[in-house]
């Protein structure tokens, strides 16, 4: 009685399985329809010499809207290589890129001395390349009904963040805004909950505009307690244009509809421009006794002059200036050499908001791409 | 108690007077009324200016109200408690509704923008802004959860046919309260861990789909355990009985009619337990990254799954918000979708391959 | 529950030797349950030898700079007080829809209610994070600021109220949601389980259905609905990312539940810090994981005994 009807479930149920698996060979066999690009590409039309292989990055995921505009446009020049980009982090890019997991890194910092060191393992005697390629101003964004216009001090932005200062209508702020009509309005400040290279570079400022007001060393994890906190930009965004009388920073591209205000750079308010970020950045000197090709920079925070604006996120590419064998060496060039470029530049302005690095920049960035090579 | 024992007298025509018999609340009176106090709720949230919340918590503290008040007046106040906890039980219930029905209003409202052909054939290899889809995230996703299945379900049956076939002594209660302390280990605890096995395995920073399929195992295991165990209880030891009396060898008896007997349940328990870590999100994010192209070898190198690549669109958008929201949404959508299926496969799975025991 | 253990084979005196088939499932099958406890040591092991740095760091280096102690302890304060709201709000409703389904709904609707309460299971906790930051919170906004101008003496309301709504409360919430169907499913089992006889000897002595309830099915499922909220412990105590989206986390020791500032959680915690952090802070991280994990072992341990015991003073056999 249990035999035959037991042989009857078995072969419906084998049935049912090669089914199943013939449904997920079918799905699985027509791939993305955005990759089949193959060797027909148009893409090829570019003079340039095809080629082959992989190229991994990991880190900042900061970089990850960048990284996708830049990919698209190194791709359709050189189709062959498999290129693959994962915002892991900066800690976690550096970490990869120095074990030899990945082939360059995204870090919103640059190598530190003891990573230096183990970079001298990792890429040999000619050592790493630092390029600051991904430049993007920090806005600093509120949500203040019936203000359309906020200047601020360093030292009344620090007050803000600190919580020394918990009223729009304070005299600090007022003394910024002559003329304007502020409201008696609690401040609520916003900040990163996760740690991030935008409140390192945001704390970094504030230590160095106004090193009397806030007093904690600049960190990747916002260092006082209180505040309200928001997970990523869009967490923070979304919290200050959720909360009147909110106040936070992010990057300039995501401030969407809400007010940026500007901030005092030697007597002048700047507002936050590509333009005015990429110049400090630029102007900026590098941080001195590294390689020839490293060009990781000391921003200047405390600048004076009204064309630059400091509170800017550096984000680098990290790679060896050697690699081991001829195709990753190229693939490196290529990829980085496509990220300087005006085109690419502008690629990741249109796709992230970044700003594109000065010409000046470009000519340095160029001498350290040309530089890479394979080990002979 | 004995008062409100009251015989119907026409059974017991001997006796002497008639007891007093209760009033009850004629049958639709107390649904009747409760309707009424939602109704007067409304009107009184809609004169304070109308607020969908203010109207249902007016509406039900007024409802719930007027009914016991009635039912005490009518019939006093044990019914009246009675008809007291009804309320606020039917309420709870409601009030769990409303989560499942908003949650669900708000992905369908959000996520079917973008539910489209593109989405599901697209992966996100040079996709500036808008367009772009899943299909990586997606075959990653199911890739990096059948390999999870493939792990946990050999390793999580034979340790569920030890436990109720094999076991006994202290290794057999080891192993139980074991499997159920891993049952709590916090998802991210196991990705962490599988993230530190590959590091110390491999040496270098890897990521590989394959971490993931490790880290859901191990959340995976213990539900497979636990499912099929209780599955497995349930087959009547006369079948045993008698398959030994034929001489069949004991493992015979295991696979040839205690697994085939307890199919359905294995079947479901199984399908549930896949559908326990197909959402998981955390673990997968410290282990398998995330990749714009599609990777269908989980040996090697980096894979997108659904989770992450929701979480990310979700919190990394480029300078077109709206439409990395948009994909963020859908794969949302999507994963609930697949989870919902997973869901109704193993309520097929338990109906259809029932065993006719008549049990 | 039945669990009579199955009959040995036969073992007849003249054919000692168990067959080879015989021997190697019994040996794999031992080896899964084995290698089970393996995994779950080796989990212990690599938490241990992954936090130890951090135990062992000058205090000075560990991320905050005061010492591991002071790190975890206001996230340990975090997780407890999320996970603690998550029952309080969770356990009543979650008993109530048992009952509702077990004793109250219509026989033939009682499954299909109780598949409805089980879906809320199979949603994705990232699904739930996403409704949690733009569906839930933005709604309870003007909630917290009643309850700050009403109720602002309790020091739980006492404000400022959240102008975004993603408070402890907020989080709580949501995790209430997450962990109700865990309760109610075996809450329901074990309602079910009540001994029908005294259901029927309560209601055939008169008494209403509450009054049933309340003495023939409660006292009976009293350890089950114990076992089942500290099951839901458990999940809430480890619940990620959905507290990672909601929470408004800024660290600090705050019983006030609708402000801004919130202790984050460990688990959420883990996930918001991780990506950016090497070296030590990674230690201090898997550090705080490993206080998680003990956490959620000591609870699923006071969870299974308490159940267990149920199981052996019942008389439910």
């Given at each position: 009685?249990?035999?035959?009807?037991?042989?009857?479930?078995?072969?419906?149920r084998?049935?049912?399985v090669?089914?199943?698996?013939?449904?997920?060979l079918?799905?699985?066999?027509?791939?993305?329809?955005?990759?089949?690009?193959?060797?027909?590409?148009?893409?090829s039309?570019?003079?340039?010499?095809?080629?082959?292989?992989?190229?991994v990055?990991?880190?900042?995921?900061?970089?990850?809207?960048?990284?996708?505009?830049?990919?698209?446009?190194?791709?359709?020049?050189?189709?062959?290589?498999n290129?693959?980009?994962?915002?892991?982090?900066?800690?976690?890019?550096?970490?990869?890129?120095?074990?030899?997991?990945?082939?360059?890194?995204?870090?919103d910092?640059?190598?530190?001395?003891?990573?230096?060191?183990?970079?001298?393992?990792?890429?040999?005697?000619?050592?790493?390349?630092?390029?600051?390629?991904?430049?993007?101003?920090?806005?600093?964004?509120?949500?203040?009904?019936g203000?359309?216009?906020?200047?601020?001090?360093?030292?009344?932005?620090?007050?803000?963040?600190?919580?020394?200062?918990?009223?729009?209508?304070?005299?600090?702020?007022?003394?910024?805004?002559?003329?304007?009509?502020?409201p008696?309005?609690?401040?609520?400040?916003?900040?990163?909950?996760?740690?991030?290279?935008?409140?390192?570079n945001?704390?970094?400022?504030?230590?160095?505009a106004?090193?009397?007001?806030?007093?904690?060393?600049?960190?990747?994890?916002?260092?006082l307690p209180?505040?309200?906190?928001?997970?990523?930009?869009?967490?923070v965004?979304?919290?200050?244009?959720?909360?009147?009388?909110?106040?936070?920073?992010?990057?300039?591209?995501q401030?969407?509809?809400?007010?940026?205000?500007?901030?005092?750079?030697?007597?002048?308010?700047?507002?936050?421009t590509?333009?005015?970020?990429?110049?400090?950045?630029?102007?900026?000197?590098?941080?001195?006794?590294r390689?020839?090709?490293?060009?990781?920079?000391?921003v200047?925070?405390?600048?004076?002059s009204?064309?630059?604006?400091?509170?800017?996120?550096?984000?680098y590419?990290?790679?060896c200036?050697?690699?081991?064998?001829?195709?990753?060496?190229?693939?490196?060039?290529?990829?980085?050499?496509?990220?300087?470029?005006?085109e690419?530049?502008?690629?990741?302005a249109?796709?992230?908001g970044?700003?594109?690095?000065?010409?000046?920049?470009?000519?340095?960035?160029?001498?350290?791409?040309?530089?890479?090579?394979?080990?002979? | 108690?004995?008062?409100t024992?009251s015989p119907?007298?026409?059974?017991?025509?001997?006796?002497?007077?008639?007891v007093?018999?209760?009033?009850?609340?004629?049958?639709?009176?107390?649904?009747?009324?409760?309707?009424a106090?939602?109704?007067?709720?409304?009107?009184l949230?809609?004169?304070?200016g109308?607020?969908?919340?203010?109207t249902?918590?007016?509406?039900?503290?007024?409802g719930?109200?007027a009914?016991?008040?009635?039912?005490?007046?009518?019939?006093?106040?044990?019914?009246?408690?009675?008809?007291?906890?009804?309320c606020?039980?039917?309420?709870?219930?409601?009030?769990?509704?409303?989560p499942?029905?908003?949650?669900?209003?708000?992905?369908?409202?959000?996520?079917?923008?973008?539910?489209?052909?593109t989405?599901?054939?697209?992966?996100?290899?040079?996709?500036?802004?808008e367009?772009?889809?899943?299909?990586?995230?997606?075959?990653?996703?199911?890739?990096?959860?059948?390999?999870?299945?493939?792990?946990?379900?050999?390793?999580?049956?034979?340790?569920?046919?030890?436990?109720?076939?094999?076991?006994?002594g202290?290794?057999?209660r080891?192993?139980t309260?074991?499997?159920?302390?891993m049952?709590?280990?916090?998802?991210?605890?196991?990705?962490?861990?599988?993230?530190a096995?590959?590091?110390?395995?491999?040496?270098?920073?890897?990521?590989?789909?394959?971490?993931?399929?490790?880290?859901?195992?191990?959340?995976m295991?213990?539900v497979?355990?636990?499912?099929?165990e209780?599955?497995?209880?349930?087959?009547?030891?006369?079948?045993?009985?008698?398959?030994?009396?034929?001489?069949?060898?004991?493992?015979?008896?295991?696979?040839?009619?205690?697994?085939?007997?307890?199919?359905?349940?294995?079947?479901?328990?199984?399908?549930?337990?896949?559908a326990?870590?197909?959402?998981?999100?955390?673990?997968?994010?410290?282990?398998v990254?995330l990749?714009?192209?599609?990777?269908?070898?989980?040996?090697?190198?980096?894979?997108?799954?659904?989770?992450?690549?929701?979480?990310?669109?979700?919190t990394?958008?480029?300078?077109?918000?709206?439409?990395?929201?948009?994909?963020?949404?859908?794969?949302?959508?999507?994963l609930?979708i697949?989870?919902m299926?997973?869901?109704?496969?193993?309520r097929?799975?338990?109906?259809?391959?029932?065993p006719?025991?008549?049990? | 529950?039945?669990?009579?253990?199955?009959?040995?084979?036969?073992?007849?005196?003249?054919?000692?030797?168990?067959?080879?088939?015989?021997?190697i499932?019994?040996?794999?099958?031992t080896?899964?349950?084995?290698?089970?406890?393996?995994?779950?040591?080796?989990?212990?092991?690599?938490?241990?030898?992954?936090?130890?740095?951090?135990?062992?760091?000058?205090?000075?280096?560990?991320?905050?700079?005061?010492?591991?102690?002071?790190?975890i302890t206001?996230?340990?304060?975090?997780?407890?007080l999320?996970?603690?709201?998550?029952?309080?709000i969770a356990?009543?409703?979650?008993?109530?829809?048992?009952?509702f389904?077990t004793?109250y709904?219509?026989?033939?609707l009682?499954?299909?209610?109780?598949y409805v309460?089980?879906?809320?299971?199979?949603?994705?906790?990232?699904?739930?994070?996403?409704?949690?930051?733009?569906?839930l919170?933005?709604?309870?906004?003007?909630f917290y600021?009643?309850?700050?101008?009403?109720?602002?003496?309790?020091?739980?309301?006492?404000?400022?109220?959240?102008?975004?709504?993603?408070?402890?409360?907020?989080?709580?919430?949501?995790?209430?949601?997450?962990?109700?169907?865990?309760?109610?499913?075996?809450?329901?089992?074990?309602?079910?389980?009540?001994?029908?006889?005294?259901?029927?000897?309560?209601?055939?002595?008169g008494?209403?259905r509450?009054?049933?309830?309340?003495?023939?099915?409660?006292?009976?499922?009293?350890?089950?609905?114990?076992?089942?909220?500290?099951?839901?412990?458990?999940?809430?105590?480890?619940e990620?990312?959905?507290?990672?989206?909601?929470?408004s986390?800024?660290?600090?020791i705050?019983?006030?539940?609708?402000?801004?500032?919130?202790?984050s959680?460990?688990?959420?915690?883990?996930?918001?810090q991780?990506?950016?952090?090497?070296?030590?802070?990674?230690?201090t991280?898997?550090?705080?994981?490993?206080?998680?994990?003990?956490?959620?072992?000591?609870?699923?341990?006071?969870a299974r005994?308490?159940?267990?015991?149920?199981?052996?003073?019942s008389?439910?056999?």
């Amino acid at each position: 009685m249990k035999g035959p009807e037991l042989k009857l479930s078995t072969t419906t149920r084998t049935a049912a399985v090669s089914a199943a698996l013939a449904g997920t060979l079918a799905l699985t066999a027509c791939g993305a329809a955005n990759e089949r690009s193959g060797t027909s590409s148009e893409g090829s039309g570019s003079s340039a010499e095809q080629l082959t292989g992989d190229l991994v990055g990991a880190g900042s995921s900061a970089q990850q809207a960048a990284m996708q505009a830049w990919q698209a446009g190194f791709n359709t020049a050189q189709p062959q290589v498999n290129f693959s980009y994962d915002p892991v982090g900066s800690g976690g890019g550096r970490e990869q890129f120095l074990a030899g997991a990945t082939d360059f890194a995204g870090s919103d910092a640059a190598l530190d001395d003891e990573e230096l060191t183990e970079a001298a393992d990792r890429c040999g005697a000619s050592g790493v390349f630092e390029l600051p390629n991904y430049v993007s101003a920090i806005a600093v964004i509120y949500n203040l009904e019936g203000v359309d216009e906020l200047n601020l001090a360093p030292a009344t932005l620090a007050g803000i963040f600190t919580g020394a200062i918990t009223n729009w209508d304070d005299p600090a702020i007022a003394a910024d805004n002559q003329g304007a009509t502020l409201p008696d309005q609690a401040i609520t400040p916003v900040h990163r909950a996760d740690d991030s290279g935008t409140t390192t570079n945001f704390t970094d400022y504030l230590s160095q505009a106004a090193p009397e007001v806030w007093t904690s060393e600049p960190d990747g994890e916002w260092p006082l307690p209180g505040g309200e906190a928001g997970n990523q930009t869009s967490g923070v965004v979304a919290a200050v244009t959720a909360g009147n009388g909110a106040i936070g920073y992010a990057d300039e591209s995501q401030a969407g509809d809400l007010g940026v205000a500007r901030i005092r750079v030697g007597t002048e308010f700047v507002a936050p421009t590509p333009e005015a970020a990429a110049t400090v950045v630029a102007n900026s000197p590098t941080i001195a006794g590294r390689g020839e090709h490293d060009l990781a920079v000391e921003v200047n925070r405390a600048t004076t002059s009204a064309d630059e604006y400091p509170i800017v996120l550096v984000s680098y590419h990290i790679g060896c200036v050697e690699y081991d064998d001829q195709a990753k060496a190229d693939a490196v060039e290529a990829f980085i050499g496509h990220v300087i470029s005006e085109e690419g530049q502008q690629a990741a302005a249109d796709a992230a908001g970044s700003s594109p690095i000065t010409d000046d920049a470009r000519s340095k960035a160029e001498t350290v791409v040309e530089a890479i090579t394979a080990a002979a | 108690m004995s008062q409100t024992v009251s015989p119907p007298r026409t059974d017991h025509p001997d006796l002497p007077g008639p007891v007093r018999t209760r009033r009850r609340l004629p049958r639709y009176a107390a649904t009747g009324l409760y309707l009424a106090g939602l109704l007067l709720g409304a009107v009184l949230s809609a004169l304070s200016g109308f607020n969908p919340a203010l109207t249902v918590i007016y509406g039900v503290a007024i409802g719930t109200v007027a009914v016991y008040a009635a039912s005490r007046a009518v019939e006093g106040t044990r019914k009246a408690t009675d008809r007291l906890v009804t309320c606020i039980v039917v309420t709870a219930f409601g009030i769990a509704v409303v989560p499942l029905v908003w949650l669900s209003y708000t992905v369908l409202d959000r996520g079917l923008t973008r539910l489209d052909g593109t989405f599901f054939s697209n992966s996100m290899v040079g996709v500036v802004g808008e367009g772009g889809g899943a299909y990586h995230a997606i075959m990653g996703t199911l890739i990096i959860t059948a390999l999870a299945a493939v792990i946990s379900v050999p390793i999580g049956l034979l340790t569920a046919i030890y436990l109720v076939e094999y076991g006994s002594g202290r290794l057999k209660r080891a192993i139980t309260f074991f499997v159920d302390v891993m049952t709590g280990i916090p998802s991210i605890v196991a990705g962490l861990f599988a993230f530190a096995l590959f590091t110390l395995l491999f040496g270098n920073d890897v990521r590989l789909g394959v971490m993931g399929a490790v880290a859901l195992s191990v959340l995976m295991i213990p539900v497979v355990v636990r499912s099929s165990e209780e599955v497995l209880k349930l087959v009547p030891n006369e079948l045993r009985e008698a398959s030994y009396a034929l001489g069949v060898p004991k493992w015979r008896t295991v696979v040839k009619v205690v697994l085939p007997t307890a199919i359905a349940g294995l079947g479901t328990g199984v399908t549930l337990s896949i559908a326990r870590v197909v959402g998981e999100t955390a673990p997968l994010l410290v282990t398998v990254g995330l990749i714009t192209s599609t990777n269908l070898n989980p040996f090697d190198g980096r894979m997108a799954t659904l989770p992450v690549f929701a979480y990310y669109q979700l919190t990394q958008p480029g300078t077109a918000t709206q439409a990395f929201l948009d994909r963020a949404w859908t794969a949302a959508l999507v994963l609930i979708i697949l989870v919902m299926a997973l869901n109704v496969v193993a309520r097929l799975i338990s109906r259809f391959f029932a065993p006719q025991t008549g049990r | 529950m039945t669990t009579s253990a199955p009959p040995r084979p036969p073992q007849s005196p003249d054919r000692p030797k168990r067959r080879r088939g015989d021997r190697i499932f019994a040996g794999s099958a031992t080896g899964a349950g084995i290698f089970i406890l393996v995994v779950l040591a080796g989990v212990a092991v690599f938490l241990v030898a992954e936090s130890w740095p951090a135990v062992v760091a000058p205090a000075e280096d560990v991320s905050g700079g005061e010492g591991l102690t002071s790190y975890i302890t206001p996230l340990i304060f975090g997780t407890l007080l999320a996970s603690v709201i998550a029952l309080v709000i969770a356990t009543p409703l979650a008993v109530a829809i048992a009952l509702f389904i077990t004793n109250y709904a219509p026989r033939r609707l009682a499954a299909g209610l109780g598949y409805v309460i089980d879906l809320l299971a199979a949603i994705p906790s990232i699904v739930y994070g996403f409704w949690g930051i733009f569906a839930l919170a933005p709604a309870l906004v003007p909630f917290y600021a009643w309850a700050e101008r009403n109720l602002g003496f309790i020091p739980l309301f006492a404000g400022p109220a959240s102008a975004t709504g993603r408070t402890m409360l907020t989080a709580g919430i949501v995790l209430a949601v997450m962990i109700l169907p865990i309760i109610s499913a075996i809450s329901r089992e074990v309602f079910s389980q009540a001994p029908a006889l005294h259901r029927e000897a309560a209601l055939a002595l008169g008494a209403t259905r509450w009054e049933m309830i309340r003495m023939a099915v409660l006292p009976y499922g009293k350890s089950g609905i114990i076992g089942g909220a500290m099951l839901g412990l458990g999940r809430a105590l480890g619940e990620t990312l959905a507290i990672a989206l909601v929470l408004s986390a800024s660290g600090g020791i705050t019983f006030n539940l609708i402000s801004n500032s919130n202790p984050s959680t460990i688990a959420a915690n883990i996930a918001l810090q991780f990506p950016e952090s090497t070296g030590l802070q990674v230690n201090t991280l898997i550090a705080s994981g490993l206080a998680l994990f003990v956490i959620t072992l000591a609870v699923n341990m006071l969870a299974r005994w308490v159940v267990t015991r149920r199981a052996d003073f019942s008389g439910a056999n």
